[in-house]
């Protein structure tokens, strides 16, 4: 287990734990570097070290009690939190008061959630990451459709839900949600919708939020059409500078994937690659973009000739950096993989582009360099 922090004198916290190899369920030994008893916490990541659920539990068990009296010895001070939802709703309910950021992954129980909106009003960031084989989603919806007014003051909000099934209905609470605030600066949302239509209720409201300025959605199969481009367009506000796309694809197609990226596909022609270039150009702040599909890399060229302000471009799981000089551009070196799968703000050079790409898994394998 380990969990990492910050505090007032803004150097990291870390805290190890770890097991004998022998025997998985006892402690070996657990250290604090520096001394907790000498900081003010305002910061703190609570990560398992492994991550299928059966095992997580497992493992938490065993940290239950210090990570409880862990939190307790931050009353006051804790401002950012990242945690698996069982272990939150396990914390003392004072630390919530001052929370500003909060992320709770493997999310297997959201019913309750109405304590976040009792407890956690000054709340400004709220991700929320749903595991594809839980079903916390529904309760999750059904908190939002109850409470669209609730923490007006987000800056920042993150959901991710790989259920396999997203209904209209679901689609349109979180678009009154969403609508509701009006100080959302960065929306990322991660699900798997079958049209463009049953998005409807979401793109409808993305113009009516004055201060959004960093988007990520997934969109399915049907809107690599090009009539549908100049719907999304519309849809994008103006003022975007960061833009993260993950086409999704009719798994019941029976299309073959190297023939279907944005740039090789029948429904992806010569027309649908203008049509491309003309959504990218709509957007004449857009200094960042990433798009995930199953092809290769031409869109690269397209969207960063067409984009004149992009400084980063990712493609699945290559990024570039990108200079500009006069009319011409020039794309930096392919990140490695390390850099790809452990990046630093610095690497993105903007906190909203690193946070809008979080969650999202480029690799199917750890292979780094």
């Known amino acids: 287990m380990l969990l990492s922090g910050s505090h007032s004198r803004k150097e990291p916290?870390?805290?190890?734990?770890?097991?004998?190899?022998?025997?998985?369920?006892?402690?070996?030994?657990?250290?604090?570097?520096?001394?907790?008893?000498?900081?003010?916490?305002?910061?703190l990541s609570f990560y398992p070290l492994l991550y299928d659920q059966e095992t997580m539990e497992e493992e938490y068990s065993n940290f239950r009690a210090p990570l409880r009296s862990l939190l307790e010895g931050l009353r006051g001070s804790l401002t950012q939190l990242t945690i698996s939802s069982q272990a939150l709703w396990e914390s003392p309910i004072h630390i919530l008061q001052g929370l500003e950021q909060l992320s709770i992954y493997s999310a297997t129980n959201l019913s309750n959630i109405t304590l976040l909106l009792h407890h956690c009003a000054r709340l400004k960031c709220l991700s929320i990451h749903i595991d594809p084989d839980l079903a916390a989603a529904p309760e999750l919806y059904d908190v939002l459709a109850a409470h669209p007014t609730a923490w007006p003051n987000l800056t920042r909000?993150?959901?991710?839900?790989?259920?396999?099934?997203?209904?209209?209905?679901?689609?349109?609470?979180?678009?009154?949600f969403v609508g509701e605030k009006k100080k959302l600066r960065c929306l990322d949302y991660s699900s798997h919708c079958h049209s463009v239509a049953e998005l409807q209720p979401l793109l409808s409201v993305l113009r009516s939020l004055p201060c959004l300025e960093v988007l990520g959605l997934d969109l399915p199969y049907e809107a690599m059409?090009?009539?549908l481009h100049q719907h999304l367009r519309?849809?994008?506000?103006?003022?975007?500078?960061?833009?993260?796309?993950n086409f999704k694809y009719d798994d019941g197609e029976d299309i073959e994937l190297e023939d279907f990226s944005l740039a090789r596909n029948p429904h992806c022609s010569t027309r649908s690659r203008l049509t491309f270039a003309s959504q990218w150009?709509?957007?004449?702040?857009?200094?960042?973009?990433h798009v995930s599909d199953s092809g290769d890399n031409p869109l690269v060229s397209?969207?960063?000739?067409?984009?004149?302000r992009l400084q980063l471009v990712g493609h699945s799981f290559r990024y570039h950096d990108?200079?500009?000089?006069?009319?011409?551009?020039?794309?930096?070196?392919?990140?490695?993989?390390?850099?790809v799968q452990f990046p630093t703000v610095d690497d993105f050079g903007d906190a909203d582009w690193m946070w809008l790409m979080e969650g999202h898994t480029l690799f199917d394998v750890f292979t780094y360099h």
Request: hydrophobic fraction near 45%; glycine fraction near 4%.
């Open 13 to 43: 916290l870390y805290v190890f734990c770890r097991h004998t190899h022998s025997w998985p369920h006892r402690i070996n030994y657990c250290f604090v570097y520096p001394p907790l008893t000498a900081l003010s916490i305002k910061a």
């Open 157 to 176: 909000f993150k959901l991710h839900t790989a259920e396999s099934l997203v209904t209209y209905g679901a689609v349109e609470t979180l678009a009154k």
């Open 225 to 227: 059409a090009p009539e």
């Open 234 to 245: 519309h849809a994008f506000p103006e003022a975007l500078t960061a833009l993260r796309l």
């Open 281 to 289: 150009a709509s957007l004449p702040k857009l200094a960042f973009a």
């Open 302 to 308: 397209d969207l960063v000739s067409h984009a004149e």
């Open 322 to 339: 990108v200079r500009h000089l006069d009319d011409e551009f020039e794309l930096g070196l392919c990140w490695s993989g390390t850099k």
